[in-house]
């Protein structure tokens, strides 16, 4: 199963999944140094999918 925590809360940042309260700027190797970027839909509607998926097994 996995943990639930390991997967992004829906609203998470778009390049690194991390929540916008407490974000900063963060250092990734695909986007550099960034701040909280807006997820896109698809991105929200997979993220809330993996979240019940998790829930449901």
């Given at each position: 199963m996995t943990n639930?925590?390991?997967i992004a809360e829906p609203s998470a940042c778009a390049h690194c999944g991390i929540p916008r309260r407490g974000h900063t700027r963060q250092w990734m190797q695909a986007a550099g140094w960034h701040q909280w970027q807006p997820p896109t839909d698809a991105q929200?509607?997979?993220r809330m999918k993996a979240r019940r998926a998790t829930k449901t097994t």
């Open positions: 639930p925590r390991a929200i509607l997979a």
